[in-house]
């Protein structure tokens, strides 16, 4: 497994510990999904105005939100393993972690799982679809041992 890393923000050091919690976030969805771990991934960290204007331009909505997923188009995912890239707000993180009373890491790990996950072809939009991927999150934290 290859993840690129691209720290664009000052809200959060990303440590060595941080980027193989990552990389543990990946391998769990990748297990769960009895996927293989030939894959590359990048994941970049960012702040608010940053996140907000890739919503905009790319979602069209134009608000901050916690973390975007770009997945690569399905014939190229294929044939060369790349998942996309995720965009992770770390401003968010902070805030999200304290409103919910549990640590950065574990907002990371979430983050990092949910987006893996809209990586791999789940998304939200109906009651369904988001039954089942807050299943696969679970699942996903379970293996992990991280729980709220």
């Known amino acids: 497994m290859k993840i690129y890393y691209d720290d664009r923000q000052e809200d959060i050091e990303i440590t060595d510990e941080i980027k193989e919690l990552i990389k ?3 391998k ?3 297990k769960i999904e009895n996927l293989e771990e030939n894959v590359e ?3 970049s960290f960012v702040g608010d ?19 975007l997923s770009f997945p690569i188009d399905d014939e190229f995912m ?9 965009i992770i707000n770390t401003k968010r993180v902070m805030e999200q972690a304290s409103e919910l009373g549990h640590t950065n890491e574990r907002e990371l790990s979430y983050l990092t799982v949910h987006s893996i996950l809209h990586l791999l072809g789940y998304d939200h939009m109906d009651e369904i679809e988001k039954r089942e991927m807050r299943e696969r999150e679970k699942l996903a934290m379970k293996e992990l041992s991280i729980y709220r």
Do not use: H, Q
Not at 59 to 65: A, C, E
Not at 78 to 86: A, F, Q, S, W, Y
């Open 24 to 26: 543990k976030s990946v």
């Open 28 to 30: 769990a969805v990748l």
């Open 41 to 43: 991934v990048s994941v």
């Open 49 to 67: 105005d940053e996140i907000k204007g890739l919503n905009r331009d790319f979602r069209g909505v134009d608000k901050v939100t916690d973390v």
């Open 78 to 86: 294929i044939e060369n393993k790349i998942l996309g890239d995720v």
